[in-house]
């Protein structure tokens, strides 16, 4: 009977301890929480999701119209934040071409005007519907967030920006040849 009186007393110690230990690791665990909870950016009134991984795979930054590039930037500005060569250029505009590993694409055009970036075009080509969807539903939460609340008519979404931006995202496939057709424009001509 002892030696059941001491074994019991032996787990009921064991098992306190193990309670004690838990408790104290959910408190530090609360009070790391909220400290990384409590670290917002004061230029920022909210803490950024995650970017979805096809907007992450196309470059885009939660600070810029355009993989880092803004209407009204320098226009040296876009050959600072593209990396590959040009496929196109002249005095108006420049164009660079983005691969993905599943053979998806993506044209972008950046105009100038008075050596400053007037307007941006994007062309996505994808493989199929079900992409085109996908990119639909990661960019209209992407541009409402930034831009408000959009009006749709005649098949394209258009968001109109605090910052005198205005975003339109059309589906523009035909056939078996899938894509959007992203455009950016300032509200007042840039001078």
């Not at 002249?90 to 599943?102: C, L, P, R």
């Not at 005198?164 to 959007?180: H, I, N, P, R």
């Amino acid at each position: 009977m002892k030696h059941c009186y001491g074994t019991l007393l032996f787990a009921g110690l064991i098992v306190t301890q193990l309670a004690c230990q838990s408790k104290k690791q959910e408190s530090t665990q609360t009070a790391d929480s909220v400290a990384v909870t409590n670290k917002v950016d004061p230029a920022t009134d909210y803490v950024p999701e995650p970017m979805p991984p096809q907007l992450a795979n196309l470059g885009l930054t939660r600070d810029s119209h355009w993989r880092g590039i803004n209407l009204g930037d320098p226009f040296t500005a876009v050959a600072e934040h593209e990396p590959e060569k040009p496929f196109e250029q002249d005095a108006n505009h420049v164009g660079y071409t983005v691969e993905f590993k599943n053979l998806e694409s993506a044209d972008m055009l950046y105009y100038r005007k008075n050596d400053k970036v007037s307007g941006i075009d994007v062309d996505l080509f994808l493989n199929s519907k079900p992409s085109v969807t996908t990119y639909q539903q990661e960019l209209t939460p992407y541009f409402t967030t930034r831009y408000g609340q959009p009006k749709t008519a005649d098949g394209t979404t258009t968001w109109t920006g605090a910052d005198g931006a205005q975003v339109t995202l059309k589906d523009v496939s035909k056939g078996k040849d899938y894509g959007l057709k992203i455009r950016f424009r300032p509200l007042s001509p840039v001078q």
